[in-house]
């Protein structure tokens, strides 16, 4: 790989000769050569500017210059028969800089010329010439949100990161798998070194315990922490089938989460808590209700009771009622997309009550021969689509609904929270097992004509599970 680097301050770029750079131009794996853009002019002051034509402040560097300094590099001869060649041009207006960027300039090209701007910048016509050159590509890059004072910075930074990435140029090339913005697609974890205590601060254990599969896994635990406290766009952006069921557990502490079954390419996603809908997107709710409340009914029941009761108690109207009325709290979960993909419906009791009652059995005799006293909500509906089941995305819900529920009735004495689920539904006994509720009797729930059996389950309201 050859570097061409066109400045009006080649000094400024003496430090390539310095470190891993300096090292493998020497041995021949990279060739860097500086020049300084002055030599290409012909007046008595080494004119590289003039004033911007149309007016405004500052100067812009002549394309006159820089056109016959850049032709001199562009007819080198880098070793190879049609070498692909980049102009990059450093501006805050380019491209951000990346990682995949640098992988890929190092892998297909032979020959990169960087054209370190000052001042307002260069002549637009050079980019757009060496543009039009069919074995010229032109990349205008930028390192970040922030204006330097010209490209010289920039320059270094491609070069390093380019070079180090050359075959032959860094002797453990497996140490650029872990790094921050290597193929894992994670910020790299943090690293220690001896004196293992130092002012008080001691390397975390595990990592002298000589265990190496654990070390690999709380690697990858604060690699995944890092990344999604720092770089969420790097989480948006991970392949969700590549995660296993540990990476979901770290992640979904940040609020990430992926169906438990992701397609190839799926990406993580963030949900949104939807609090106070309106009754524009009762017709959300109603959808999502009708496609999962089958999903919970005993096999045996009658398809023509499933849809009398969903008629009766999930059409869109019926969810507008739930979103106006104060004795009902309803709690959605939306992708990023904004698709309803989980909710919740409690119904509160007005007063020392117990709400739902008059949906069964009286479970207010059940509950009171226990332990608990105290108003009773019922979580009337607790819901996630299909494919988010097993996600871990029930108890981002649970603790929504906990946590909204709590503000709700902060002045009463030890509220509960109770359930009624059916027997035969083992799944869901054992999803509101680990959200924290138990067993606390049972009770008839009628559907149609038919008179089913329900396990009740209740819990306390603090956000514990
Ligand atoms: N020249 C001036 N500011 C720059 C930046 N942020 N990135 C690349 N080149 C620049």
Not at 169 to 181: A, D, M, T
Not at 247 to 261: E, F, I, M, T
Not at 352 to 357: K, L, S, T, W
Request: charged share 25%; with cysteine.
């Amino acid at each position: 790989m050859r570097f061409d680097i066109f400045s009006v301050f080649p000094s400024y770029l003496n430090s390539l000769q310095l470190s891993l750079v300096g090292k493998a131009s020497v041995a021949g794996a990279i060739d860097v050569q500086v020049h300084d853009l002055r030599d290409w002019t012909t007046d008595k002051h080494r004119t590289v500017d003039d004033t911007p034509v149309g007016g405004g402040a500052g100067m812009v560097m002549r394309a006159d210059i820089w056109g016959k300094a850049l032709d001199t590099a562009f007819v080198e001869d880098v070793g190879v028969e049609n070498p692909r060649r980049i102009l990059a041009i450093p501006t805050p207006a380019g491209h951000p800089l990346t990682q995949e960027i640098c992988v890929d300039l190092a892998e297909r090209c032979d020959q990169i010329v960087i054209a370190c701007g000052r001042y307002e910048g260069i002549d637009s016509r050079v980019a757009t010439h060496y543009d039009s050159h069919d074995d010229i590509e032109v990349f205008e890059y930028s390192l970040g949100d922030y204006v330097l004072n010209g490209g010289e910075v920039a320059a270094l930074a491609l070069v390093e990161a380019v070079a180090r990435l050359v075959p032959g140029v860094i002797g453990n090339p497996e140490s650029l798998v872990e790094e921050s913005h290597g193929s894992a697609g994670l910020l790299e974890y943090p690293n220690y070194t001896r004196p293992l205590d130092w002012r008080g601060e001691s390397v975390p254990p595990i990592l002298t315990s000589g265990d190496h599969g654990r070390v690999a896994r709380w690697r990858r635990d604060e690699a995944l922490r890092k990344t999604a406290l720092r770089r969420p766009d790097m989480i948006a952006a991970l392949d969700a089938s590549t995660l296993d069921r540990r990476d979901r557990a770290v992640l979904g502490q940040y609020g990430w989460y992926w169906p438990k079954n992701p397609d190839v390419g799926a990406h993580p996603v963030r949900p949104v808590t939807e609090l106070s809908a309106t009754p524009e997107v009762a017709s959300h709710y109603s959808e999502l209700a009708r496609r999962t409340f089958p999903d919970a009914c005993p096999q045996d029941m009658l398809a023509s009771d499933i849809d009398a009761f969903m008629d009766a108690h999930l059409g869109r109207d019926m969810f507008t009622t739930y979103m106006e009325s104060a004795d009902w709290l309803l709690i959605g979960l939306r992708d990023t997309r904004g698709a309803l993909i989980a909710y919740s419906l409690s119904s509160i009791p007005d007063g020392d009550g117990v709400a739902g009652e008059e949906d069964g059995a009286p479970v207010d005799t059940v509950l009171a021969a226990g332990p608990r006293k105290g108003p009773l909500i019922e979580l009337s509906k607790f819901y996630l689509d299909r494919q988010w089941r097993g996600s871990g995305l029930a108890g981002m819900l649970m603790t929504a609904t906990l946590e909204e529920l709590s503000s709700r009735v902060r002045e009463w004495e030890r509220p509960y929270l109770w359930l009624g689920t059916n027997t035969g539904n083992k799944r869901a006994r054992s999803l509101y097992t680990k959200l924290g509720f138990e067993k606390v009797g049972n009770r008839h729930f009628t559907v149609g004509e038919q008179n089913n059996d329900d396990i009740v389950m209740a819990r306390t309201l603090d956000v514990t599970y």
